[in-house]
T-cell receptor
């Protein structure tokens, strides 16, 4: 089954404690991205990757890091989380140049106290 | 700042009626437009894409695009309670930009 998986699905943490949200896809998609979704602000792109070892900033990259060492995985790293990073996070993937093929992961609800 | 604007709703429509969702975009270089459906607590799901001016129909859904007016719409015919969700409009220019979504409620 074609899918994007994220872990964990729910996380409550404290300010400053480093965390990683994993994302994996099994569709051999080149393009992967991370979004955060906040009430009234919609989906905003954090980072994206066009292929292995190729990543770039989206609209709201501050406070986040990513890496793309393998095609299937695209982890999101919060080195020092802060309460304003409390949000619903989605990973997505698609074939390069084909938004029609975009799949979203199930989401990770993060709370930073 | 390239923007996609949607009326946040909520939009309430009786079961069996036509639901009409609207979206405007500011980036004139946008070539592709998408409608996503998002149920509460779930991830967005792509339901329609449109690239050319005019209408595109898929089952009960019709997407309409007017590039001159920078306007995209989604019509849902014979609305069902299962259509109750938030609908996100997105435009693809240099990047994919989402609107904030319109919450649709179908009243039985």
């Amino acid at each position: 089954e074609a899918q994007v998986t994220q872990n964990p699905r729910y996380l409550i943490t404290v300010t400053g404690k480093k965390l990683t949200v994993t994302c994996s896809q099994n569709m051999n998609h080149e393009y992967m991205s991370w979004y955060r979704q906040d009430p009234g602000l919609g989906l905003r792109q954090i980072y994206y990757s066009m292929n292995v070892e190729v990543t770039d900033k989206g609209d709201v990259p501050e406070g986040y890091k990513v890496s793309r060492k393998e095609k299937r995985n695209f982890p999101l790293i919060l080195e020092s989380p802060s309460p304003n990073q409390t949000s619903l996070y989605f990973c997505a993937s698609n074939l390069a140049g084909s938004t029609d093929t975009q799949y979203f992961g199930p989401g990770t609800r993060l709370t930073v106290l | 700042q390239k923007e996609v604007e949607q009326n946040s709703g909520p939009l309430s429509v009786p079961e069996g009626a036509i639901a009409s969702l609207n979206c405007t975009y500011s980036d004139r270089v946008s070539q592709s437009f998408f409608w996503y459906r998002q149920y509460s607590g779930k991830s967005p799901e792509l339901i329609m894409s449109i690239y050319s001016n005019g209408d595109k129909e898929d089952g009960r859904f019709t997407a309409q695009l007017n590039k001159a007016s920078q306007y995209v719409s989604l019509l849902i015919r014979d609305s069902q309670p299962s259509d109750s969700a938030t609908y996100l409009c997105a435009s693809q220019g240099e990047k994919l930009t989402f609107g904030t979504g319109t919450r649709l409620t179908i009243i039985p």
